[in-house]
């Protein structure tokens, strides 16, 4: 059982930056596909970003690239969502998820096991 828990949302003007953070239980951290996916109101949940082993090891949404950055830090079980240059269009639920047997499919929400309970980020114009 991986439990997740996300700090870091909140309301930013457009530009603006926020820092997400998902502290992770479970002791085979490093070896975990951890993502970060966000649902807008009336949309489908939508892929952010993914690493895995390390920070070098990144993937991105195309909507995102250039903006944000994912990092972890595997001593202390967490994982990071940098947000800069916010745009009103990244207002969403943003989630964290785990992806304890990976198997290839890191945009896949369909692929991870354990999810967080979600936290707000809201990005007025």
């Known amino acids: 059982q991986v439990q997740l828990v996300e700090s870091g949302g909140g309301l930013v003007q457009a530009g603006g930056s926020l820092r997400l953070s998902c502290a992770a239980s479970?002791?085979?951290?490093?070896?975990?596909?951890m993502g970060w996916f966000r649902q807008a109101p009336g949309k489908e949940r939508e892929f952010v970003a993914a690493?895995?082993?390390?920070?070098?090891?990144?993937y991105y949404a195309d909507s995102v690239k250039g903006r944000f950055t994912i990092s972890r830090d595997n001593a202390k079980n967490t994982v990071y969502l940098h947000m800069n240059k916010l745009k009103p269009e990244d207002t969403a639920v943003y989630y964290c998820?785990?992806?304890?047997?990976?198997?290839?499919?890191?945009?896949?929400?369909?692929?991870?096991?354990?999810w967080g309970q979600g936290t707000q980020v809201t990005v007025s114009s």
């Open positions: 690493s895995r082993w390390s920070s070098l090891s990144a």
């Open positions: 479970g002791s085979a951290f490093s070896s975990y596909m």
């Open positions: 998820a785990a992806d304890t047997n990976y198997r290839g499919s890191y945009y896949s929400d369909l692929m991870y096991d354990y």
